[in-house]
């Protein structure tokens, strides 16, 4: 086990959300089985104000559990110079079989989470409590993956040892034998190209003519294009995509699709993915805030929340675009060609 | 327009001082009418109070405002129906003595969208009724008490609000003062609003504008006097 400043607060952040979030949970049942809206007794009124507090007491949990992917990743990144073998977070995140593992449990849970926080700011923009039972009901299901994350996260940091030395991208592409199932990185690179400008052109072409149109089909139809255009950037990140901005920052080799290099020149990588989740998760929630304006008193506030949502999904696919083809415009600019494989 | 149901108001619940100052009350005011809660001290007027002006909810029962179940709203909304709705003189006044008496009226509309001079224009017009125009800059605390009073109904006002309460609002004016406070009360209630007022002088409850006195003792309603 590494200790230092970050893994700590890490650890504890995590240790206090999940704490937070069984109480939460626990107080949740009794609202399920106990809620009646119609009633003036001592006991609902307790509850309806029990819920401002336990919900609010849950935005800052959840909330920093969105932030602690960014934590998480930057901890892994910064790791990389104790661990032996390890260049970038790759490395680090390699060192044993819960890196890779906490990654990408924390990657699918942020959408979870910030589903749950966008259903949590809807119920308390309405007089009536409207979402209450759907928000404790989606907060005991993913009690279990809340529990998975803060696991996994805890074993990775606690069963990281300075003298196993990890394998980093450079060899770990290499290797045939790569335990922890890079076949991201041997897809072939031209389907991933294909399949990334594909993905753009729909989730960019549904999230604007949505906003056009306000349509219901359009909504869900947007949400889940920006996750499959979520999805297939991670994957271009591992195959064609990560090589542009090697090169160009750091003046690798073609062949280091490594998708962790690029957070070395902070300034471009953290943005870079932040526009990336923007875009995946604003567009997953235009589709998750659309079955919720069924409810009378969030008709309004929905809606709004909707536009607001796909335009924040248009910027952030948009600029992650963007940052891609400027970088691949000047990997052009040194190399000569686009396909470098 | 007022209605409470079955209100009750626990205090400390579950603990050794644990107090109910409200115990199963229900009463109605009707839009217009002017209401006194009469009662000795600690018998739960102010508490009573607290429930209509929406600025705390009941343990249990029911309190409905101008047709809303304020009983019911989340703490976000109850705030803003009572900035919307209600205007409220303390015993205290609660002014703010460095400020001016302008400034002061001027507070409860500055979380509105209402422009600055709008808000300044309207308080003026406000003290110009209660016959203060000429005092609109002076700090508060150059102010005698019934002037000081008169600042408070003047900002229980500048929201325009349809339901007036006031806590023993002639507990710190002498008669005079007491007869001019129960003169500008008689006056707003002729502009059809209601008014609540918790008060154990007699100088208020014997005023031909009263339409109703509720009488409590330890938190229950023991008489109603129409
Ligand atoms: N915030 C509070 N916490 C605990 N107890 C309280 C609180 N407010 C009031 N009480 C108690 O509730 C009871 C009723 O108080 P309340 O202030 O409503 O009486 P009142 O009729 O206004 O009295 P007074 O005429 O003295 O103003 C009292 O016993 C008081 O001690
Ligand atoms: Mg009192």
């Known amino acids: 086990m590494i200790l230092n400043f970050w893994v700590i607060s890490q650890i504890v952040g995590t240790v206090i959300v999940l704490l937070l979030c069984i109480y939460a949970a626990s107080q949740g049942v009794r609202i399920l089985l106990r809620w009646q809206l119609e009633s003036a007794s001592e006991e609902q009124l307790e509850l309806e104000k029990r819920t401002y507090l336990i919900s609010t007491l849950m935005q800052y949990a959840l909330a920093f559990q969105v932030l602690s992917l960014l934590l998480f990743a930057a901890t892994a990144d910064y790791l990389a110079s104790f661990i032996r073998g390890a260049m970038c977070a790759f490395g680090s995140l390699n060192a044993n079989s819960y890196g890779f593992a906490t990654l990408w449990v924390k990657i699918f849970a942020i959408f979870v989470y910030s589903s749950w926080l966008v259903i949590n700011h809807l119920d308390t923009q309405a007089e009536d409590y409207p979402l209450v039972k759907l928000k404790y009901a989606l907060l005991l299901l993913f009690l279990p993956l809340l529990i998975a994350d803060a696991y996994l996260e805890i074993r990775y940091y606690t069963s990281i040892s300075p003298n196993v030395i990890t394998s980093c991208c450079g060899s770990a592409l290499r290797t045939e034998t790569n335990p922890y199932g890079f076949v991201a990185m041997k897809f072939p690179t031209n389907v991933a190209m294909l399949a990334f400008f594909i993905a753009y052109a729909l989730t960019l072409g549904l999230l604007y003519t949505y906003l056009r149109r306000r349509q219901r089909r359009l909504a869900l139809a947007s949400g889940i294009a920006s996750l499959a255009a979520f999805a297939v950037s991670l994957l271009a990140m591992f195959t064609f995509l990560s090589p542009y901005f090697n090169v160009v920052l750091f003046g690798l080799p073609t062949q280091h699709r490594c998708p962790f290099e690029v957070l070395r020149a902070p300034a471009i990588g953290y943005p870079f993915y932040a526009l990336l989740f923007l875009g995946g998760i604003a567009g997953v929630l235009v589709a998750v805030v659309e079955p919720l304006k069924a409810k009378p008193s969030l008709r309004n506030s929905a809606a709004k929340l909707q536009v607001q949502l796909a335009k924040l999904a248009l910027l952030g696919f948009g600029g992650f675009l963007l940052i891609s083809l400027a970088f691949m415009l000047l990997f052009y600019s040194m190399v000569g060609t686009v396909f470098y494989h | ?226």
């Open chain 2, 1 to 226: 327009m007022i209605r409470c149901e079955h209100v009750t108001k626990v205090f400390n619940r579950g603990k050794p001082n644990e107090v109910v100052a409200v115990r199963d009350v229900s009463i109605e005011v009707n839009e217009g009418e002017v209401a006194v809660l009469r009662g000795p001290s600690g018998s739960g007027k102010t508490t009573l109070l607290s429930l209509i002006a929406c600025v705390a909810k009941p343990t249990s029962g029911r309190v409905f405002v101008a047709g809303k179940e304020v009983s019911k709203l989340p703490e976000r909304f109850l705030t803003l129906f009572r900035r919307e709705h209600v205007g409220i003189i303390f015993q205290q006044f609660n002014l703010i003595p460095e400020l001016s008496v302008v400034d002061n009226v001027v507070v409860p509309l500055i979380p509105t969208p209402l422009p600055a001079n709008e808000s300044r224009k309207r308080a003026l017009a406000l003290l110009k009724n209660l016959g203060m125009e000429r005092r609109s800059d002076f700090k508060v605390r150059e102010l005698s008490g019934g002037e000081q009073q008169r600042v408070a109904i003047a900002r229980a006002l500048v929201n325009n609000p349809r339901i007036i309460v006031a806590d023993e609002p002639t507990a710190h004016l002498d008669t005079a003062l007491a007869e001019e406070f129960l003169r500008i009360m008689h006056n707003l209630k002729r502009e059809g609003r209601t008014i609540v007022i918790a008060t154990h002088d007699p100088l208020v409850f014997q005023h031909e504008m009263v339409d109703v006195i509720f009488d409590m003792r330890d938190g229950r309603l023991v008489e109603v006097v129409r």
